[in-house]
T-cell receptor, first 114, second 115 residues
Framework: GAVVSQHPSWVICKSGTSVKIECRSL??????MFWYRQFPKQSLMLMAT?????????EQGVEKDKFLINHASLTLSTLTVTSAHPEDSSFYIC??????????FGQGTRLTVV | AQSVTQLDSHVSVSEGTPVLLRCNYS??????LFWYVQHPNKGLQLLLK??????LVKGINGFEAEFKKSETSFHLTKPSAHMSDAAEYFC?????????????FGQGTELSVKP
């Protein structure tokens, strides 16, 4: 069964509103989780590393104020897309992994901003 | 620096024929390598992994891959394609110390299977 659960699987929101995506580690207390963005027909782009109990580490070019990440517990990380605009429409995927082991991915969230 | 290159953006095969998806990597250290499959609008599923044990790795659904250090390759193969194999495939490396689980993805290869 799934070891990483991501919700919602799809969401449509109006431009200017905020959307929260949840990612839960079901079988392992994950101090670190990862958030990716995937454009159509492209590979995954790492957005940020979510760290339990501390600030997220963002990749270069990712807007910290637009993509808020909270890792309040060892099993839950959330990504909030604030003041969403159509260009934020994308497929967002979370994962958890440990060094030198495979990553487990959530089901992904299709965000459409209208 | 670590990198992963998937040599084909799209591969098309007929059902029942062999599949070859090519992947080359660059890593300063002995890497861990993975192949993942992604069906449309879905997350990624692990097919197989190499973590410095046997160089020929067998995965799920009849897939296997061979780690060749001299060629810095980790090509994915399957003897006989099935229609359900049509998907996007990613070669991934977990590169070095101090990366804390951060992964590097190849560009992806779309596999089409014709009846």
């Amino acid at each position: 069964g799934a070891v990483v659960s991501q919700h919602p699987s799809w969401v449509i929101c109006k431009s200017g509103t905020s959307v929260k995506i949840e990612c839960r580690s079901l079988d392992f207390q994950a101090t670190t989780m990862f958030w990716y963005r995937q454009f159509p027909k492209q590979s995954l782009m790492l957005m940020a590393t979510s760290n339990e109990g501390s600030k997220a580490t963002y990749e270069q070019g990712v807007e910290k104020d637009k993509f808020l990440i909270n890792h309040a517990s060892l099993t839950l990380s959330t990504l909030t897309v604030t003041s969403a605009h159509p260009e934020d429409s994308s497929f967002y995927i979370c994962s958890r992994s440990r060094q030198y082991t495979e990553a487990f991915f959530g089901q992904g969230t299709r965000l459409t901003v209208v | 620096a670590q990198s992963v290159t998937q040599l084909d953006s799209h591969v098309s095969v007929s059902e029942g024929t062999p599949v070859l998806l090519r992947c080359n990597y660059s890593s300063s250290y002995s890497p861990s390598l993975f192949w993942y499959v992604q069906h449309p609008n879905k997350g990624l599923q692990l097919l197989l992994k190499y973590t410095s044990a046997a160089t020929l790795v067998k995965g799920i659904n009849g897939f296997e891959a061979e780690f060749k250090k001299s060629e810095t390759s980790f090509h994915l193969t399957k003897p006989s394609a099935h229609m359900s194999d049509a998907a996007e495939y990613f070669c991934v490396v977990s590169p070095t110390l101090f990366q804390g689980g951060k992964l590097i993805f190849g560009q992806g290869t779309e596999l089409s299977v014709k009846p």
